[in-house]
């Protein structure tokens, strides 16, 4: 029975589990590397310039957390 699941359903076989794993990772260090760049370039800014821009330095966190979904 579960041999012909795996050959009639490729979705569940090993290779497609394989697949969506991979993928994830791939998607989570994509969200990890927007986030960080994203926090890094906003905490480079000066108060004055984060202001200037409607952002203040609390917010930074936030702002990098939305770019990063966006992201992925």
Known sequence: ???SDI???PS???AATM???IQKIQDQRMYRLAYANTF???SMLSDRDLADIGVSRSDISEIAAQAAE???
Request: no cysteine; charged share 30%.
């Open 1 to 3: 029975m579960f041999v």
């Open 70 to 72: 966006q992201a992925t």
């Open 7 to 9: 050959t009639q359903n």
């Open 40 to 42: 890094e370039e906003l």
């Open 19 to 21: 697949r969506r794993w």
């Open 12 to 14: 569940r076989g090993f």
